[in-house]
């Protein structure tokens, strides 16, 4: 019996052109869709990242990339922390 080895799904927002964000999946040259505001884009990468098990979600911010955070509601996570690209204060 062969069992084929899939690859975990890595979700990517980045800023797009004309100041839309874009979520994409890796290895694909076009955007899944894009938002006008990073909030929407946040949102439907967090949808298909619940939506599939095991996915990964990043944001492409001024460090590279970091892990979209695992719960969005409102400014904060479940920990209390912002939101990458949240302004503090």
């Known amino acids: 019996m062969r069992f084929e080895q899939q ?3 890595v979700i990517y927002v980045s800023p797009g052109l004309h100041g839309k964000w ?3 999946e890796k290895g ?3 955007p899944l869709a894009s938002f006008n505001g ?5 949102a439907y990468a967090a949808a298909l990242r619940s939506a599939t098990p095991g996915a ?3 944001v492409e911010d001024d460090d590279g990339f ?3 955070p695992m719960q ?3 400014q904060r996570n479940l ?4 939101r990458p690209g949240d302004s503090t204060g």
């Open 7 to 9: 690859e975990t799904l």
């Open 22 to 24: 874009d979520v994409a």
């Open 28 to 30: 694909f040259d076009q």
């Open 38 to 42: 990073k909030e929407d884009a946040y």
């Open 56 to 58: 990964t979600a990043l």
């Open 66 to 68: 970091s892990p979209l």
């Open 72 to 74: 969005i509601d409102g």
């Open 79 to 82: 920990d209390g922390a912002s």
